[in-house]
């Protein structure tokens, strides 16, 4: 301000030697010259100036650090360096955008500034060739659009019919009353519904056993190490690659014959078998179906199974935003009776909150990742401008953002009521306040299909089981890859009919 005043002052006094007309034009021409240069001077500086970096060791200061815990490191970071900030891991500079302003180049980019290829190649060899990850983008779009096609509604309502009838017949084992470890029961039951909805009939009736040690051997492929070195010849990973191809040789026996008999299932298996590529008009080859079938399990299971622990821990331990979900089921069984189904579960506003908050406390993906193809410019809310080079990792945290204090009144505090109307804290800042399903031109695709999993699975324990938390509240399990509940989650449960209760 100091400045603009002393040079008006300076210029005005020789407006008086020329005529009134010219002397306006000179006094606008030189003050537009002067906003230039002020601005272009103050531009220049803000598209310079790079996000605060992480103080780390030389060389591998940066691995130690995020090693110990990324979420701890974030944590530690951003009261020192604010919403963005760069740090260096080996020879990757790695810069976090944290919050929902500043996330937003991040989902809404398009894939030429913002890619995932690079980021998510260590899934190349559990996926298997030909798919995802593996392709080109164009590609990768129409194997997208094979997944979104295969979750829509009309598909939907076929596979909670699967979903209902494996809960049923999973908990019908469990007789009158006893003690579970609850973790390891609902991830049993998930990979049995997982089965069913998205491998289909042959794998879920026949070949279970077979088929789910496999898929372990899959999921043990996957370590740390794998992230950054996907094909060192380590024991894990050749287990990993010798199952990636005896599943390859069951799918293609299952498809061979679903193929000649001519008889339809309602599972993604099928809908991927039916599916064409638009811009070549050809059929899914058998590897590429094995390939997205693998991808759709990873995406879904430990996700969907971590949610559904999660979701009753809380629920057993706040007695008061159990008692809201025990009258939403009451409710709703008054009017359906004990049936359960795809609109009937859209109907559990109350259960569909209590869940989405276990999820927001917990996403079990705590770091999303991209690379950035271009430079690009973020602004942080307290106003600092930032220019994130081309050939940085890109990083956003749903396990920082979702408990931000100036989006959710005591973030660390379980209450699902603040996203009743009227309320509303998930969208306080916009589309990217609640992430723990991404967003933006890479959201999940199977959100629909996991609230329709957790939705059953709880439905059904609530509506036949008083359950009782025996083990104190779980931690979390940081070191997992789906980051989850650390050790057994013990449950007592006594058969009931909520409906008699009324
Ligand atoms: C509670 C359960 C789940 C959670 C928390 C979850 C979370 C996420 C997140 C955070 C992303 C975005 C990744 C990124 O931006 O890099 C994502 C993408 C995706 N999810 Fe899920 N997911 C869940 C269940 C499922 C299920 C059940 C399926 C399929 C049956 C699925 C299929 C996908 C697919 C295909 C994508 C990729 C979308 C794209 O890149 O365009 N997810 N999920």
């Given at each position: 301000?100091?400045?603009?005043?002393?040079?008006?002052?300076?210029?005005?006094?020789?407006?008086?030697s020329?005529?009134?007309?010219?002397?306006?034009?000179?006094?606008?021409l030189?003050?537009?010259?002067?906003?230039?240069?002020l601005?272009?001077l103050?531009?220049?500086?803000?598209?310079?100036k790079?996000?605060?970096?992480?103080?780390?060791?030389?060389?591998?200061?940066?691995?130690?650090?995020?090693?110990?815990?990324?979420?701890?490191?974030?944590?530690?970071?951003?009261?020192?360096?604010?919403?963005?900030?760069?740090?260096?891991?080996?020879?990757?500079?790695?810069?976090?955008?944290?919050?929902?302003?500043?996330?937003?180049?991040?989902?809404?980019?398009?894939?030429?500034?913002?890619?995932?290829?690079e980021?998510?190649?260590?899934?190349?060899?559990?996926?298997?060739?030909?798919?995802?990850?593996?392709?080109d983008?164009?590609?990768?779009?129409?194997?997208?659009?094979?997944?979104?096609?295969?979750?829509r509604?009309?598909?939907?309502?076929?596979?909670?019919?699967?979903?209902?009838?494996?809960a049923?017949?999973?908990?019908?084992?469990?007789?009158?009353?006893?003690?579970?470890?609850l973790?390891?029961?609902?991830?049993?039951?998930?990979?049995?519904?997982?089965?069913?909805?998205?491998?289909?009939?042959?794998?879920?009736?026949?070949?279970?056993?077979?088929?789910?040690?496999?898929?372990?051997?899959?999921?043990?492929?996957?370590?740390?190490?794998?992230?950054?070195?996907?094909?060192?010849?380590?024991?894990?990973?050749?287990r990993?690659?010798?199952?990636?191809?005896?599943?390859?040789?069951?799918?293609?026996?299952?498809?061979?014959?679903?193929?000649?008999?001519?008889?339809?299932?309602?599972?993604?298996?099928?809908?991927?078998?039916?599916s064409?590529?638009?811009?070549?008009?050809?059929?899914?080859?058998?590897?590429?179906?094995?390939?997205?079938?693998?991808?759709a399990?990873?995406a879904?299971?430990?996700?969907s199974?971590?949610?559904?622990?999660?979701?009753?821990?809380?629920?057993?331990?706040?007695?008061?935003?159990?008692?809201?979900?025990?009258?939403?089921?009451?409710?709703v069984?008054?009017?359906?009776?004990?049936?359960?189904?795809?609109?009937?579960?859209?109907?559990?506003?109350?259960?569909?909150r209590?869940?989405?908050?276990?999820?927001?406390?917990?996403?079990?993906?705590?770091?999303l990742?991209?690379?950035?193809?271009?430079?690009?410019?973020?602004?942080?809310?307290?106003?600092?401008?930032?220019r994130?080079?081309?050939?940085?990792?890109?990083?956003?945290?749903?396990?920082?953002?979702?408990?931000?204090?100036?989006?959710?009144?005591?973030?660390?505090?379980?209450?699902?009521d603040?996203?009743?109307?009227?309320?509303?804290?998930?969208?306080?800042?916009?589309?990217?306040?609640?992430?723990?399903?991404?967003?933006?031109?890479?959201?999940?695709?199977?959100?629909?299909?996991?609230?329709?999993?957790?939705?059953?699975?709880?439905s059904?324990?609530?509506?036949?089981?008083?359950?009782?938390?025996?083990?104190?509240?779980?931690?979390?399990?940081?070191?997992?890859?789906?980051?989850?509940?650390?050790?057994?989650v013990?449950?007592?449960?006594?058969?009931?009919?909520?409906?008699?209760?009324?």
């Amino acid at each position: 301000m100091g400045l603009l005043t002393s040079s008006f002052s300076f210029q005005l006094p020789a407006l008086g030697s020329v005529s009134p007309v010219y002397g306006v034009g000179l006094l606008i021409l030189s003050t537009l010259l002067l906003a230039k240069v002020l601005s272009s001077l103050f531009f220049r500086s803000s598209r310079n100036k790079l996000p605060p970096k992480v103080w780390t060791f030389p060389l591998i200061g940066g691995v130690r650090k995020f090693m110990k815990g990324p979420i701890k490191m974030i944590r530690e970071e951003y009261p020192r360096l604010g919403s963005v900030f760069t740090m260096k891991v080996l020879n990757r500079n790695i810069t976090f955008l944290l919050g929902p302003e500043e996330s937003v180049h991040f989902f809404k980019a398009p894939e030429s500034e913002m890619s995932q290829q690079e980021v998510y190649q260590y899934n190349v060899p559990t996926f298997g060739p030909g798919v995802v990850f593996d392709v080109d983008y164009s590609v990768r779009m129409e194997q997208f659009r094979f997944f979104s096609e295969s979750l829509r509604v009309s598909s939907l309502k076929g596979y909670v019919e699967h979903m209902v009838l494996e809960a049923k017949s999973f908990f019908s084992k469990w007789g009158d009353e006893g003690v579970v470890d609850l973790k390891s029961e609902l991830e049993h039951l998930i990979i049995l519904t997982a089965s069913r909805c998205l491998l289909g009939r042959e794998v879920r009736d026949q070949l279970f056993k077979n088929v789910s040690d496999l898929f372990h051997d899959l999921d043990n492929g996957m370590q740390p190490i794998s992230v950054l070195f996907p094909y060192l010849p380590i024991p894990a990973h050749k287990r990993r690659d010798e199952a990636r191809k005896q599943l390859a040789d069951i799918f293609a026996k299952i498809i061979k014959n679903r193929r000649d008999s001519g008889k339809r299932e309602t599972d993604m298996l099928q809908a991927f078998i039916d599916s064409k590529y638009r811009a070549s008009g050809r059929y899914l080859e058998d590897h590429e179906i094995t390939g997205l079938l693998i991808a759709a399990l990873f995406a879904g299971q430990h996700t969907s199974s971590i949610t559904s622990v999660w979701t009753g821990a809380y629920l057993m331990k706040n007695k008061q935003f159990l008692e809201p979900v025990l009258n939403e089921q009451r409710e709703v069984m008054s009017r359906h009776g004990d049936k359960l189904d795809y609109d009937i579960l859209g109907e559990m506003d109350v259960l569909y909150r209590a869940i989405k908050e276990a999820l927001r406390l917990h996403p079990p993906l705590i770091l999303l990742l991209r690379y950035s193809h271009k430079d690009f410019m973020v602004k942080t809310r307290e106003g600092n401008e930032y220019r994130v080079p081309k050939g940085h990792v890109v990083a956003t945290s749903p396990a920082f953002a979702n408990r931000l204090p100036h989006i959710y009144r005591d973030p660390d505090t379980y209450d699902p009521d603040r996203f009743t109307p009227g309320r509303e804290e998930d969208k306080a800042a916009g589309a990217f306040s609640y992430v723990s399903f991404g967003g933006g031109r890479h959201g999940c695709l199977g959100e629909p299909f996991a609230y329709m999993q957790i939705k059953t699975i709880w439905s059904h324990l609530f509506q036949n089981y008083e359950l009782e938390l025996l083990s104190p509240f779980p931690e979390i399990d940081w070191d997992a890859m789906v980051v989850g509940v650390k050790g057994k989650v013990m449950v007592r449960y006594k058969k009931r009919s909520l409906k008699t209760e009324q």
